[in-house]
């Protein structure tokens, strides 16, 4: 997925042990990314992966839980940004703002796209290359996104 993990045997194999498991436990999350992990790693001689970049997948794993607490923080933050304006009964002036991003994967520029869309009050129209269209629902939520700390943040997970 451009992160260094072969995605594709590591969420196989960690929906399959989840299913397998029966409940959601932390022994089960513990033990599930462990035997995830082994074999995925054993999967990559056989599926042309280099075990080389198995393990730099997991060099970015800070970088990666960062931007996921970031991203859960942004979606809490800006629901309530949401609620106030709706309560504020204020005509919406929705505007489509376009950006561009100097991240250069396209599975990262994906993750940017789709983090914006999830986080209330905006929603990505388009992605083109390192283009983005963004539709805000009002001009209060397009102050950050031509700055967007989503952008910021995958740049330094595709830079470690």
Aim: aromatic share 12%; proline share 3%; hydrophobic share 45%.
């Amino acid at each position: 997925i451009g992160l260094g993990i072969p995605a594709e045997p590591l969420f196989r194999s960690a929906s399959l042990w989840l299913i397998f498991a029966g409940s959601v436990t932390v022994t089960n999350l513990i033990l599930g990314a462990i035997v995830s992990g082994l074999i995925t790693l054993l999967c990559t001689r056989y599926m042309g992966y280099s075990t080389k970049q198995f393990f730099r997948g997991f060099s970015k794993a800070d970088e990666i839980a960062f931007y996921l607490a970031f991203l859960l923080k942004e979606i809490v933050r800006e629901n309530f940004d949401v609620l106030r304006f709706v309560y504020r009964k204020g005509q919406p002036k929705p505007m489509l703002v376009h950006f561009h991003s100097n991240i250069q994967t396209e599975a990262l520029r994906v993750l940017v796209a789709n983090s914006i869309t999830l986080t209330p009050g905006t929603f990505t129209v388009r992605l083109e290359g390192d283009e983005f269209a963004v539709h805000a629902l009002d001009e209060y939520f397009q102050i950050d996104i031509e700055h967007s700390e989503f952008a910021k943040l995958a740049k330094k997970v595709e830079e470690a």
